[in-house]
């Protein structure tokens, strides 16, 4: 079993800032990558951002520029700093990490709770 925890949403005024966190724990032995997703009701989950252990970062369209991910993969756990955000940037965001075995194989993804993130206008 793997366990992740987020925390860090709320409710914003657009132009203002949230930093979300994401620790995962359990069952596994380290971390490929580290993601962070949105989800509106009614439509798709989207990537938003993502980390990979070599450090390489990338970012939807939309929020580049405003958004920064960061990850400690010593301590497995990712954040997500988010700066000017807008009302559009409401949605339930979700922590996703891939995991490995002692091998270095994948083994799979594993999701977070979701927290909500609310920007008003």
């Known amino acids: 079993q793997v366990h992740l925890v987020e925390s860090g949403g709320g409710l914003v005024q657009a132009g203002g800032s949230l930093t979300l966190s994401c620790a995962a724990s359990?069952?596994?032995?380290?971390?490929?990558?580290m993601n962070w997703h949105r989800q509106v009701p009614g439509k798709q989950r989207v990537l938003v951002a993502g980390?990979?252990?070599?450090?390489?970062?990338t970012y939807v369209d939309s929020v580049k520029g405003r958004f920064t991910i960061t990850g400690d993969f010593a301590k497995n756990t990712v954040f997500l700093r988010m700066d000017n955000l807008k009302p559009e940037d409401t949605a339930v965001y979700y922590c996703d990490v891939e995991t490995l075995d002692s091998y270095g194989d994948y083994v799979g993804d594993y999701w977070g709770q979701g927290t909500q993130v609310t920007v008003s206008s």
């Open positions: 359990g069952n596994f032995f380290s971390l490929n990558g």
């Open positions: 980390i990979s252990r070599s450090g390489k970062t």
